[in-house]
């Protein structure tokens, strides 16, 4: 099974308008991370946000907050007040097992932001 | 803002070349990874190092990878023999404490990446 599941390979957004990208994860350890990494058309990854396994409250970095399911096993980026920079590749990745230090990433949802 | 640089940006190969792929991490970082991504698939992990060795690696860092941080301030990634398949981005990345580190995780800082083509 996969541990990161991105099922929107593409998704487009009116500027101005907020966007969820989803992300499930699959992982039998209690304790992990949740990361978002953007990579623009540049090539380098651009880390957004960060969601530990045992923070109740969801995760928010500016325009960009982590929708936290955990029941659900749901780590969903919502990007709020989309702009024209925003259009790139959305990664979702999980760090799993105490004192691994690994990511294992999603295959991206390419966001394009329409004006 | 400090940045972890990475050359070759794109490395042309035949089939059976070794290859090095050079990173200069943020200067007060401590711990280092090489990922790679295959055209249009995901990014996969390779290898972690951490202290003049490595900590952890995947299954695809076989014993045609090797890493070396040869002077204090390059990370170097090598492939011995390279095959078509290790076609990809390759992407180093660096951060200050591990991955379980406070606040961000841990975060990772990422290079532009080298894209090597093999022939």
């Known amino acids: 099974a996969q541990k990161i599941t991105q099922t929107q390979p593409g998704m487009f957004v009116q500027e101005k308008e907020a966007v969820t990208l989803d992300c499930t994860y699959d992982?039998?350890?209690?304790?992990?991370?949740l990361f978002w990494y953007k990579q623009p058309s540049s090539g380098e990854m651009i880390f957004l946000i960060y969601?530990?396994?045992?923070?109740?409250q969801n995760a928010t970095e500016g325009r960009y907050s982590l929708n936290f399911q955990k029941a659900r096993k749901s780590a969903n980026l919502v990007i709020s007040a989309s702009q024209l920079g925003d259009s790139a590749m959305y990664f979702c990745?999980?760090?799993?097992?105490?004192?691994?230090?690994?990511?294992?990433f999603g295959t991206g949802t390419r966001l394009t932001v329409i004006p | 803002e400090p940045e972890v640089t990475q050359t070759p940006s794109h490395q042309v190969t035949q089939m059976g070349q070794e290859v090095i792929l050079r990173c200069v991490p943020i200067?007060?970082?401590?711990?280092f990874y090489w990922y790679r991504q295959i055209l249009g698939q995901k990014v996969e992990f390779l290898v972690s190092?951490?202290?003049?060795?490595?900590s952890e690696k995947s299954e695809i860092f076989d014993d045609q990878f090797s890493v070396e941080r040869p002077d204090g301030s390059n990370f170097t990634l090598k492939i011995r023999s390279t095959k078509l398949e290790d076609s990809a981005m390759y992407f180093c990345?660096?951060?200050?404490?591990?991955?379980w580190g406070q606040g961000a995780g841990g975060e990772l800082f990422f290079g532009e990446g080298s894209r090597l083509t093999v022939l």
């Open positions: 990345a660096s951060s200050e404490q591990d991955l």
């Open positions: 992982t039998s350890d209690q304790s992990y991370g």
């Open positions: 969601q530990g396994s045992y923070d109740e």
């Open positions: 990745a999980m760090r799993e097992g105490e004192g691994a230090n690994n990511l294992f």
């Open positions: 200067s007060n970082h401590l711990y």
């Open positions: 190092f951490y202290n003049n060795e490595i």
